[in-house]
Nanobody
């Protein structure tokens, strides 16, 4: 069984920073793309950033220049460094990943970590 567990969220003032982490564990052969999404109350889920297995990142326009996605393949972990936070960045941040497990290639999702930015 595979699990994704996010951490690093919290309450921060506008302009502040956080580092979110998402660790995958379980019967993992390899991990393809890893992604961070967010969902604010009353809004649709938004893809924030993605990173390929080779470390090539891609970002939503709303976070370019402020957020940085990275991964540590040895630790099966993806990170999201979030800088210059704005109140509109307030949301639950989720990671997901395309994982080759014993039962095949499946996209798993974590339970999320809350980020709250005060003005």
């Amino acid at each position: 069984q595979v699990q994704l567990v996010e951490s690093g969220g919290g309450l921060v003032q506008a302009g502040g920073s956080l580092r979110l982490s998402c660790a995958a564990s379980g019967s993992i052969s390899s991990i393809n793309a890893m992604r961070w999404y967010r969902q604010a109350p009353g809004k649709q889920r938004e893809l924030v950033a993605a990173i390929t297995s080779r470390g090539v990142p891609n970002y939503a326009d709303s976070v370019k220049g402020r957020f940085t996605i990275s991964r540590d393949n040895a630790k099966n972990t993806v990170y999201l460094q979030v800088n210059s936070l704005k109140p509109e960045d307030t949301a639950v941040y989720y990671c997901n990943a395309d994982i080759w497990a014993t039962i095949g290639l499946i996209t798993y999702r974590g339970q999320g970590t809350q980020v709250t930015v005060s003005s």
